[in-house]
T-cell receptor, first 115, second 112 residues
Framework: NAGVMQNPRHLVRRRGQEARLRCSPMKGHSHVYWYRQLPEEGLKFMVYLQKENIIDESGMPKERFSAEFPKEGPSILRIQQVVRGDSAAYFC?????????????FGEGSWLTVV | AQSVTQLGSHVSVSEGALVLLRCNYSSSVPPYLFWYVQYPNQGLQLLLKYTSAATLVKGINGFEAEFKKSETSFHLTKPSAHMSDAAEYFCAVSARDDKIIFGKGTRLHILP
C-alpha cells in the first residue's frame, strides 16, 4: 500500500513564477490536507479538501494560493507569482474520511525555494 | 477553538536518560491527541494517538504518552533515549471538524 506521494520533492522558482505542488493520497483515502512548515514555526494548516470539494480553506492566504482535488488525478497546490516568503516545506496528508479523530498520514514534503 | 502548546523548542538529553517532551492542549470538546515525529528532510510519522480508550498510550520506538484531563496535558516519554531518537516531535489535537492542529514542535537532541 503506497503512502502519500508528493512531487516534486524540491522545486526552485524565481520571484513571479508559478509553483505547482502535487499530492496523491494513500489508496482508499478521499481526504487531503495541505500544511506549510517554516523553521521554528511548526506546521500551519492551509486547506482541507475532499474530491471536487474544498471543505476548509481557512489557512490559505487570500491571494495567489489555490488548491484543488479533482475527481481524477492528484491534489494540486498552486502558488502564483511566488515571492521569497513562500519558500517553505509544503506537506500533504491524507485520511480515509471525515471522522472526528481520524489519523492523517503525511507525504515526504515538497521544498519550495524562491530565488 | 483547539490549540496545542509545546514547552521547549529544544530539549537535550543524554543517551540512556529519560526523555520527556511536554504538550498541553486546549479543547472545548474531548480531544483526540497525537504525537508525530519528523526526521530531517522527511515527512511526519505517527508515533501514537489518544482516542479516549486508555489514558496511557503506547506508541512505536518505545515511546508512550499519558493523557491527563485535569492538567490538559499529553506529555511524551521514553525511559531510555537512543541516538536514533534525535528528531523533531510534534504534538497535535484533532478538532471536531477533523482539522488537526499542530504545536510548534520540539527538537530533541541526544548527547553521547
Amino acid at each position: 500500500n503506497a503512502g502519500v506521494m508528493q512531487n516534486p520533492r524540491h522545486l526552485v522558482r524565481r520571484r513571479g513564477q508559478e509553483a505547482r505542488l502535487r499530492c496523491s493520497p494513500m489508496k482508499g483515502h478521499s481526504h487531503v490536507y495541505w500544511y506549510r512548515q517554516l523553521p521554528e514555526e511548526g506546521l500551519k494548516f492551509m486547506v482541507y479538501l475532499q474530491k471536487e470539494n474544498i471543505i476548509d480553506e481557512s489557512g490559505m492566504p487570500k491571494e495567489r494560493f489555490s488548491a484543488e482535488f479533482p475527481k481524477e488525478g492528484p491534489s494540486i497546490l498552486r502558488i502564483q507569482q511566488v515571492v521569497r516568503g513562500d519558500s517553505a516545506a509544503y506537506f500533504c496528508a491524507s485520511s480515509p474520511g471525515q471522522l472526528f479523530g481520524n489519523t492523517i498520514y503525511f507525504g515526504e514534503g515538497s521544498w519550495l525555494t524562491v530565488v | 477553538a483547539q490549540s496545542v502548546t509545546q514547552l521547549g523548542s529544544h530539549v537535550s538529553v543524554s543517551e540512556g536518560a529519560l526523555v520527556l517532551l511536554r504538550c498541553n492542549y486546549s479543547s472545548s470538546v474531548p480531544p483526540y491527541l497525537f504525537w508525530y515525529v519528523q526526521y530531517p528532510n522527511q515527512g511526519l510519522q505517527l508515533l501514537l494517538k489518544y482516542t479516549s480508550a486508555a489514558t496511557l498510550v503506547k506508541g512505536i520506538n518505545g515511546f508512550e504518552a499519558e493523557f491527563k484531563k485535569s492538567e490538559t496535558s499529553f506529555h511524551l516519554t521514553k525511559p531510555s533515549a537512543h541516538m536514533s531518537d534525535a528528531a523533531e516531535y510534534f504534538c497535535a489535537v484533532s478538532a471536531r471538524d477533523d482539522k488537526i492542529i499542530f504545536g510548534k514542535g520540539t527538537r530533541l537532541h541526544i548527547l553521547p
